[in-house]
T-cell receptor, first 116, second 114 residues
Framework: AQSVTQLGSHVSVSEGALVLLRCNYS??????LFWYVQYPNQGLQLLLK??????LVKGINGFEAEFKKSETSFHLTKPSAHMSDAAEYFC??????????????FGKGTKLTVNP | EAQVTQNPRYLITVTGKKLTVTCSQNMNHEYMSWYRQDPGLGLRQIYY???????DKGDVPEGYKVSRKEKRNFPLILESPSPNQTSLYFCASSAGILSGNTIYFGEGSWLTVV
């Protein structure tokens, strides 16, 4: 079964600084990978996904992530943080249920704080 | 507009009082599932459904039931809620993710069991 590790439950950056949120997955077989964002008191919104096409994936709101098979990583970056980026971010990987159907396995989340 | 709609969004209930959280999607998706979100644990799958009348347990199914009588609806039933089921619940639907399709989430249902 897949597992996802997000390093750092809380990350704090200054406005305008680089955002780097780390995600590592467990499988040696390249899965499908996703980043979701959750703004306070809201649901989950898809930021971007990796589906075995380009290894550098661009998403919404200026975010991007790079799939690195050798490192089993899918880190999320944004060159310049904005106050509106403050939210919780979840990395997720596709996996199979015991019955053979599919599911998402989520990391525990990283809460991003952006300081003025 | 693609939508997954959950109701109620907020609910406080008492231990043992049966409740149902409804979920409806308008995308004709075959695949639907329920997740719960708890601080420090991320989201964990409760139940999923591959199609009408096809449901199965996820990672944390204890204390929950589901049904899938129609393609668009996938209600979550708590027959006898307990305080450890206090959580934020998300319904999700997709055309299938192993092909890379997006999973769409509802806005969440905050449930408190006292």
């Amino acid at each position: 079964a897949q597992s996802v590790t997000q390093l750092g439950s809380h990350v704090s950056v200054s406005e305008g600084a680089l955002v780097l949120l780390r995600c590592n997955y467990s499988s040696s077989v390249p899965p499908y990978l996703f980043w979701y964002v959750q703004y306070p008191n809201q649901g989950l919104q898809l930021l971007l996904k990796y589906t075995s096409a380009a290894t550098l994936v661009k998403g919404i709101n200026g975010f991007e992530a790079e799939f690195k098979k050798s490192e089993t990583s899918f880190h999320l970056t944004k060159p310049s943080a904005h106050m509106s980026d403050a939210a919780e971010y979840f990395c997720a990987v596709s996996d199979l249920n015991q019955g053979g159907s599919e599911k998402l396995v989520f990391g525990k989340g990283t809460k991003l704080t952006v300081n003025p | 507009e693609a939508q997954v709609t959950q109701n109620p969004r907020y609910l406080i209930t008492v231990t043992g009082k049966k409740l149902t959280v409804t979920c409806s999607q308008n995308m004709n998706h075959e695949y639907m599932s329920w997740y719960r979100q708890d601080p420090g644990l991320g989201l964990r799958q409760i139940y999923y459904s591959m199609n009408v009348e096809v449901t199965d347990k996820g990672d944390v199914p204890e204390g929950y039931k589901v049904s899938r009588k129609e393609k668009r609806n996938f209600p979550l039933i708590l027959e006898s809620p307990s305080p450890n089921q206090t959580s934020l619940y998300f319904c999700a639907s997709s055309a299938g993710i192993l092909s890379g399709n997006t999973i769409y989430f509802g806005e969440g249902s905050w449930l408190t069991v006292v």
